[in-house]
């Protein structure tokens, strides 16, 4: 293997640790990190490779970061092999003090010699800061190694500082002729196992959202009764908010969001609702739901964007569902 796809493999494996954070991460991102020392070590292992004498993720927020937890678990008698080893991190290191001391400080104390990033930060306090401090001890840094994947897992988190509002996710279910209801009355599309589904994605965003007549018609609880996790927080786009008065409003009420710290937000309202964020061109995200069945007439299902790719298709219980992003 060479140091590319050495990196990678151990960047993987900082994703794979950092998805653990996703429920108490919150509203910090989830990390992974971990620590490889050159071959020969103690463990032995596959020439070129390394070992790994270390790793943690970020679990909680307001505990120690993926960084603290993985030097926190390296043995002592494995402390002489820091000045060798390369910390892998699939965010760069905080530099700054906030519920806890800057990440980059303990790196540097710790001597490593090598620091690989999956991806910059974009809170405003850290910004290259941390890996700029780095480089300046004399530590070689690495940065951008699996950047995508990096990003990718804290899509939320980068939209919120980055566009300085919420993620938005808009999802509705519909039949196969495209039609959202059945002459206006609710009409069961998802099946057991897709409405499942439905209630673990709920369980990874900030807020849930409908409009005034989805609430009022079908009265739902807008919960993750059947998964496990925390409720969004729920919200009603009625009167005060009006979608029918366009893009302002929609601003208005993401601003409010943003002010509030809510990092994402799902739109599940009726046509009307999840048009609006379409004609205004607030959305990150489309999962579209289609089951076999058809009806003679109905509420249409919204108009996908123009700009809408298809990036993710799976089927379940005979229903297709679609994923689109820009």
Same mark, same amino acid.
């Given at each position: 293997?060479?140091?590319?796809?050495?990196?990678?493999?151990?960047?993987?494996?900082?994703?794979?640790?950092?998805?653990?954070?996703?429920?108490?991460?919150?509203?910090?991102?989830? $990390? =992974?990190? !971990?620590?490889?020392?050159?071959?020969?070590?103690? @463990? &032995?292992? %596959?020439?070129?490779?390394?070992?790994? #004498?270390?790793?943690?993720?970020?679990?909680?927020?307001?505990?120690?970061?993926?960084?603290?937890?993985?030097?926190?678990?390296?043995?002592?008698?494995?402390?002489?092999?820091?000045?060798?080893?390369?910390?892998?991190?699939?965010?760069?290191?905080?530099?700054?003090?906030?519920?806890?001391?800057?990440?980059?400080?303990?790196?540097?104390?710790?001597?490593?010699?090598?620091?690989? $990033? =999956?991806? !910059?930060?974009?809170?405003?306090?850290?910004?290259? @800061? &941390?890996? %700029?401090?780095?480089?300046?001890?004399? #530590?070689?840094?690495?940065?951008?190694?699996?950047?995508?994947?990096?990003?990718?897992?804290?899509?939320?988190?980068?939209?919120?500082?980055?566009?300085?509002?919420?993620?938005?996710?808009?999802?509705?279910?519909?039949?196969?002729?495209?039609?959202?209801?059945?002459?206006?009355?609710?009409?069961?599309?998802?099946?057991?196992?897709?409405?499942?589904?439905?209630?673990?994605?709920?369980?990874?965003?900030?807020?849930?959202?409908?409009?005034?007549?989805?609430?009022?018609?079908?009265?739902?609880?807008?919960?993750?009764?059947?998964?496990?996790?925390?409720?969004?927080?729920?919200?009603?786009?009625?009167?005060?908010?009006?979608?029918?008065?366009?893009?302002?409003?929609?601003?208005?009420?993401?601003?409010?969001?943003?002010?509030?710290?809510?990092?994402?937000?799902?739109?599940?309202?009726?046509?009307?609702?999840?048009?609006?964020?379409?004609?205004?061109?607030?959305?990150?995200?489309?999962?579209?739901?289609?089951?076999?069945?058809?009806?003679?007439?109905?509420?249409?299902?919204?108009?996908?964007?123009?700009?809408?790719?298809?990036?993710?298709?799976?089927?379940?219980?005979?229903?297709?569902?679609?994923?689109?992003?820009?």
């Amino acid at each position: 293997m060479n140091q590319q796809e050495i990196d990678e493999m151990y960047m993987r494996r900082c994703l794979q640790l950092a998805r653990n954070g996703m429920q108490n991460a919150k509203p910090n991102p989830m $990390v =992974g990190a !971990v620590i490889v020392v050159p071959n020969p070590s103690p @463990r &032995g292992g %596959q020439e070129g490779v390394g070992s790994i #004498i270390g790793e943690g993720y970020h679990v909680c927020c307001g505990e120690g970061h993926a960084e603290v937890n993985a030097f926190a678990s390296v043995r002592p008698e494995d402390e002489p092999l820091l000045k060798d080893a390369t910390i892998y991190v699939s965010l760069e290191p905080c530099a700054h003090y906030g519920k806890t001391p800057p990440c980059c400080d303990l790196i540097i104390k710790k001597g490593v010699k090598r620091c690989v $990033v =999956g991806c !910059v930060d974009p809170f405003a306090k850290v910004q290259g @800061r &941390g890996i %700029q401090k780095i480089r300046e001890a004399g #530590i070689e840094v690495t940065v951008g190694v699996l950047e995508k994947e990096c990003k990718a897992l804290n899509k939320c988190f980068f939209t919120y500082h980055e566009k300085h509002r919420p993620f938005i996710l808009l999802k509705w279910a519909q039949t196969e002729n495209g039609f959202i209801d059945n002459q206006g009355k609710a009409l069961a599309i998802s099946t057991p196992y897709t409405k499942m589904l439905v209630h673990k994605l709920r369980s990874e965003y900030d807020a849930i959202l409908v409009g005034r007549v989805t609430d009022e018609r079908e009265h739902p609880q807008l919960n993750v009764r059947e998964w496990c996790g925390k409720n969004p927080k729920r919200m009603v786009l009625g009167s005060t908010l009006n979608p029918s008065r366009g893009e302002g409003s929609l601003n208005t009420l993401l601003t409010s969001l943003y002010q509030d710290g809510i990092q994402s937000i799902m739109v599940e309202g009726g046509r009307k609702t999840l048009q609006s964020f379409i004609d205004a061109g607030l959305w990150d995200e489309i999962r579209v739901e289609t089951a076999p069945m058809t009806v003679a007439e109905g509420t249409p299902a919204p108009q996908l964007p123009m700009d809408a790719r298809l990036y993710q298709q799976e089927e379940w219980e005979g229903n297709i569902l679609c994923w689109y992003s820009r």
